[in-house]
């Protein structure tokens, strides 16, 4: 593998970036999500906390590419210490990779804990982990390419296999479930969003990408595309299972998207474990989500050392593993999701925005670093 500097040569297409942002975005949070908000909301209002969460990643994607395009050439982790200086920049980029690490980690664990509930009882986390880790630094070791392309390949397995969950199941949807609208005013919405933070983020990934596009002038498009399929098909998701079966009965179910798949009946017992299918591309999937945050992990410690070989690759695995294995049981996988879903807005939405507002006031853009008139 080639060095760091050539690797930035890679380009993808506008429609490769909206696939990444899309499949960045959709992952580990559907399985658990319609019972994080049935248990905070306690009402049928579980969509509108999501809707009002999209239209504000919307608008945080596009503070992300006004930023890039000031800095045409230069990715989110070159543009920073321009912006704030070499150590307040260090600083931030630091905290983007500790981000990803704990977005990475968490996923990981996340997909362990479902595989192994589901399939594999009495296989160890470790083991389950390990594989899945060395097969992320794979694809990793293969660059941006590698990425896009697998990307490409399963996603659109994984949004068909979506829409059939969906579609087979509207036999089983009953409006009543989700009424009435607005039962108890706003307050649920509002609390509903405490919970959502972390199956929101995915936004950032326009930071990485914006600037590796061969037409980046058409990052808003992708990005805003991107971003507005993976929050419909949540919407879409929780407001379905919620209609399929009510917010007290998923309120008490620990995946409740499983049982949603099991719902599903063919004529003559054919394909009769529809959730079978369901679980196994959901775990691709997992996959592209952990691939693509590794990803950012793994050039933002290129870019910082402008080194790019098996150790930059492969040595985050280790921090992954022991990160993805502390947590000791579910209240501690909770907590851990709480903490990556404040700290990721913080580094994400709130610093993005400082930064445009610093580069706009000072005048610093590509041509003009020192902000000079």
């Known amino acids: 593998m080639s060095n760091i500097p050539s690797m930035k040569q890679e380009k993808i297409s506008t429609l490769q970036a909206l696939l990444t942002v899309t499949s960045t975005v959709y992952a580990v949070g559907i399985v658990s999500l319609p019972r994080t908000i049935a248990e905070k909301t306690q009402t049928p209002d579980v969509w509108q906390g999501l809707l009002l969460a999209s239209l504000l990643g919307v608008g945080i994607v596009f503070i992300h590419v006004k930023l890039c395009r000031r800095f045409p050439g230069k990715t989110f982790y070159e543009l920073n210490p321009v912006i704030a200086g070499k150590f307040i920049g260090l600083l931030i980029n630091i905290a983007f990779i500790v981000h990803c690490t704990m977005i990475c980690s968490f996923v990981c664990r996340m997909m362990a804990e479902f595989l192994k509930g589901l399939a594999l009882e009495r296989t160890p986390i470790s083991m389950i982990l390990l594989p899945f880790l060395l097969l992320i630094g794979y694809l990793t070791w293969g660059g941006l390419h590698a990425m896009v392309r697998l990307i490409e390949l399963f996603f659109p397995l994984t949004l068909i296999v979506f829409l059939l969950l969906v579609v087979l199941n509207v036999n089983h949807f009953n409006l009543d479930n989700l009424r009435p609208v607005f039962h108890k005013g706003w307050r649920p919405i509002f609390e509903s ?173 590509e041509n003009n670093p020192d902000g000079k008139q």
């Open 193 to 365: 969003l405490k919970v959502i933070p972390f199956s929101t983020m995915g936004f950032e990934s326009i930071l990485i990408l914006t600037n590796v596009m061969t037409h980046p002038q058409k990052a808003w498009k992708a990005g805003s595309i991107g971003y507005s399929i993976a929050m419909g098909l949540y919407i879409l998701m929780v407001t379905m299972v919620v209609g399929c079966m009510s917010v007290e009965e998923v309120s008490r179910l620990q995946w409740p998207v499983v049982s949603f798949a099991q719902q599903i009946e063919f004529p003559g017992a054919f394909l009769e474990r529809f959730e079978i299918l369901f679980i196994i591309l959901w775990t691709i999937k997992i996959f592209m989500t952990a691939s693509n945050y590794y990803f950012y992990i793994v050039t933002g410690i290129s870019q910082l050392t402008q080194k790019w070989n098996g150790y930059i690759c492969y040595l985050p695995l280790i921090i992954l593993f022991c990160l993805s294995m502390y947590p000791q049981n579910f209240v501690e996988i909770g907590n851990f999701d709480k903490i990556i879903g404040y700290f990721g807005i913080a580094v994400c939405a709130v610093v993005p925005l400082v930064l445009l507002v610093i580069s706009m006031v000072f005048h610093r853009t």
